[in-house]
């Protein structure tokens, strides 16, 4: 009751010195380790706590975190971390490297969700890099794992980015599909906002306004812009898309102004390129044509940071278009020329990121060969030495028959004995020589066959003499071991008229 009224930490401290002047170190430390976790100082940090603790770091910060971080859980979440930031960049290299990396620091846990997690961001990556194939086999994965888990709401991550993958491809139809898949799998906030933007778009693409207007706005979550701001301007931009789509302008403005300055001012290129680009093409319908040149240079501007010429494109076409209700063809020319170049190199650069992405692939598959090489090195020599026990208990059983003074063993028992021998040495000397004759005969199996049939060649007769060489002195024993029984049995039995006629 006394402790009810003392504050938490305080109790602790009053109970740590009564013990400290009564009882001996081992208890003391006991007492502070418990107090320690009742004030919460100890305690295990989930993955949920690191990545609260992580979020709304900058790129730099969470780079050097990385480097000097000690603790596996960490270095994990901070390369998961990294996956996302380049992600947003469209440096699909460093995406890359940083999801092989939370992979190769997944392994060695052991642990489902975390490698789940681990071929999701790997399935980032390769979609980052056009590569379709690979993100989906790193997806399914993630997704395989995460069904064997119960994770509903990561299954529904999963999904949606499947979602997010079709809906590149311009499979509207798939992508709904798989966003339907999410929503019944259940997801976070944040990632159901952002799944239903991926179904507003689709919608808009099959040309059901209503159906988007609905998904626009249950995806515009935010009201705070701080707590997501890239998350913000993407919402507010499509809803402004669909009011646009809708022929409601004034809404549609709202919208794309407050999208392009939440973009403006946390310096985020992609939602301000897209919003500037669609608020340019709003303003050029309403007649307002210098005031769509400058939301479209703006939207232009925006892009010059950024590495993905599939931003530049949107950009420099609406830019172009700005010049041309201007009456400045020149300009609208030179943007437009622009815009073709692009996409030239958005073409390049998608082929570049599928070679790239190839040779990821084949790193990703060399490592899994060698894990699975260890693994074979390691059970093999397992065997061995499980197989070196065995010949040892069954060598020592044989001496032991041999040596023993009163133990009488048939010739059938040895045989079967002797036979167990020879089949646990077989595949000892198998083990033993496998290696090597798989690297000299090239990985024959008909050279591997003839190989161990000489093994058994030579041994067969080697068991034969061996075994008839203890057959013969397990008999001599046995003999002497019956002699001996028989002598004494008769001496026995001698002894006995002496003892009656004595009486």
């Known amino acids: 009751m006394i402790l009810n009224t003392i504050p938490r930490s305080a109790a602790v401290v009053t109970g740590y010195r009564s013990i400290r002047s009564t009882a001996p170190s081992f208890f003391q430390a006991v007492a502070l380790v418990l107090g320690m976790v009742a004030t919460g100082q100890v305690q295990a940090q989930s993955f949920d706590t690191i990545y609260a603790r992580i979020d709304g770091l900058p790129l730099d910060t969470v780079l050097l975190r990385q480097s000097t971080a000690t603790d596996p859980r960490w270095k994990f979440a901070f390369a998961t971390t990294l ?3 380049y992600l947003y960049l469209g440096r699909q290299e460093e995406c890359m490297r940083a999801a092989m990396r939370a992979l190769e620091l997944a392994e060695p846990m052991k ?3 975390v490698t789940a997690r681990a071929h999701y961001t790997l399935g980032v990556a390769f979609a980052l890099a056009n590569d379709v194939n690979a993100a989906l086999q790193h997806y399914n994965t993630a997704l395989r794992i995460n069904e064997q888990t119960k994770d509903s709401l990561r299954m529904g991550a999963v999904c949606k980015e499947m979602a997010v993958l079709y809906n590149r491809l311009g499979d509207t139809q798939g992508s709904l599909r798989y966003m339907r898949r999410a929503l019944a799998y259940g997801m976070k906030d944040g990632v159901r906002a952002r799944g239903m933007t991926v179904m507003a778009r689709c919608y808009m693409e099959l040309g059901n306004l209503d159906s988007a207007f609905y998904c626009a706005q249950l995806a515009n979550v935010l009201k ?5 701001p890239y998350g913000y301007s993407s919402y507010q931009g499509t809803l402004a898309s669909v009011y646009a789509a809708r022929h409601e302008p004034d809404l549609a403005e709202t919208y794309f102004k407050r999208a392009v300055a939440v973009a403006d001012s946390f ?7 897209s919003a500037a680009a669609g608020y340019a093409k709003l303003l050029m319908e309403q007649g307002r044509k210098e005031e769509a040149l400058t939301w479209a240079r703006k939207g232009f501007v925006a892009t010059q940071g950024t590495r993905q010429p599939s ?9 172009a278009d700005a010049f041309q209700a201007n009456g400045m063809t020149d300009s609208a020319f030179a943007y437009l020329k622009l815009c073709n170049a692009y996409r030239d190199t958005v073409t390049n650069a998608q082929n570049r990121g599928q070679l790239q992405s190839q040779l990821f692939a084949q790193e990703l598959k060399d490592r899994e060969d060698a894990k699975l090489r260890e693994e074979a090195t390691i059970a093999r020599v397992n065997n061995i030495q499980f197989g ?11 001496f032991l028959l041999i040596f023993s003074r009163t133990a009488v063993v048939g010739a059938k028992a040895i045989k079967n004995l002797s036979l167990i021998a020879l089949l646990l040495f077989f595949e000892f000397i198998n083990l033993l020589l496998h290696p090597f004759l798989d690297r000299i005969t090239n990985h024959s199996p008909i050279l591997m066959l003839l190989a161990m049939a000489a093994i058994a060649g030579l041994l067969i007769p080697l068991h034969h003499r061996m075994e008839k060489l203890i057959t013969n002195m ?3 024993k046995n003999n002497r071991v019956r002699l001996e029984a028989a002598r004494r049995t008769i001496e ?3 002894a006995r008229p002496g003892e009656g006629g004595a009486r």
């Open 388 to 398: 070196i026990i065995a010949l040892i208990v069954i060598t020592l059983g044989i």
């Open 311 to 319: 931003f530049i494109v949107k950009a420099s076409s609406a830019l």
């Open 111 to 113: 642990n489902d969700t």
């Open 267 to 273: 310096d985020l290129p992609q939602p301000l390129s």
């Open 492 to 494: 026995e039995l001698e």
């Open 83 to 85: 996956v996302g930031k």
């Open 474 to 476: 397990l008999v001599s």
């Open 224 to 228: 705070e812009p701080g707590k997501d």
